[in-house]
Nanobody, 121 residues
């Protein structure tokens, strides 16, 4: 499967953003799909993930202000983020796993190119 993240850009603090992950190849409904991010000088970290059955998880740092969803018909996964903070600034990646979501980036099987999100006034 090939993945492509989009929707990044400049957003003001307390603003909102929706990131999209488009897939080509096999249907996304046979994968767990995760969003990861890597900020300047930081390790890559999981932001959110959605399993094949629809269960989700979120990093504590985004819990309550982010929603991950999947559209299996159109082979898309979305990450809606609100109340954005400067510390959300990072390159965001979507990734797919053949089994289940994992917070460990090494456990994800496929990666797309990232999209840069900058939170700044």
């Amino acid at each position: 499967v090939q993945l492509q993240a989009s929707g990044g850009g400049l957003v003001q603090p307390r603003g909102s953003l929706r990131l999209s992950c488009a897939a080509s190849g096999p249907s996304l409904d046979i994968f767990a799909i995760g969003w990861f991010r890597q900020g300047p000088g930081k390790e890559r970290e999981e932001v959110s993930c959605i399993n094949m059955g629809g269960t989700t998880d979120y990093a504590d740092s985004v819990k309550g202000r982010s929603t991950i969803s999947r559209d299996n018909v159109n082979n898309m996964v979305y990450l809606q983020m609100s109340n954005m903070k400067p510390e959300d600034t990072a390159v965001y990646y979507c990734a797919a796993a053949r089994l289940v979501c994992s917070a460990n980036a090494k456990m994800m099987d496929y990666w797309g190119k990232g999209t840069l999100v900058t939170v700044s006034s």
